[in-house]
């Protein structure tokens, strides 16, 4: 069974900073792309940014400059450093990986971890 465990969501006021983790554990094979999508109220879910298993990244336009992925393989966690947070970077943030468990790739999923970025 794969779980992945966010933290690091809070209040925050606009042109502050938050740093999200998210560890995955168990029975993971290997993990390729690592990334964050978010989701504001009555939007839908968006991509954020994404990190691969040598370390390659994209980040949606909307970020760009501002916020920055990373992993740490050893560790099993990928984070995303968010600087001059905007109130429109409300959202639920939701961490997920590909992994390979049982000999199948498949996608996970994190429960989600609430920001707000208050003006």
């Known amino acids: 069974q794969v779980q992945l465990v966010e933290s690091g969501g809070g209040l925050v006021q606009a042109g502050g900073s938050l740093r999200l983790s998210c560890a995955a554990s168990g029975s993971l094979f290997s993990i390729n792309a690592m990334g964050w999508y978010r989701q504001a109220p009555g939007k839908q879910r968006e991509f954020v940014a994404v990190?691969?298993?040598?370390?390659?990244?994209n980040h949606a336009d909307s970020v760009k400059g501002r916020f920055t992925i990373s992993r740490d393989n050893a560790k099993r966690t990928v984070y995303l450093q968010m600087n001059s947070l905007k109130p429109e970077d409300t959202a639920v943030y939701y961490c997920y990986l590909e992994a390979v468990v049982g000999g199948t790739l498949d996608d996970y999923w994190g429960q989600g971890t609430q920001v707000t970025v208050s003006s």
């Open positions: 990190i691969s298993s040598g370390g390659s990244t």
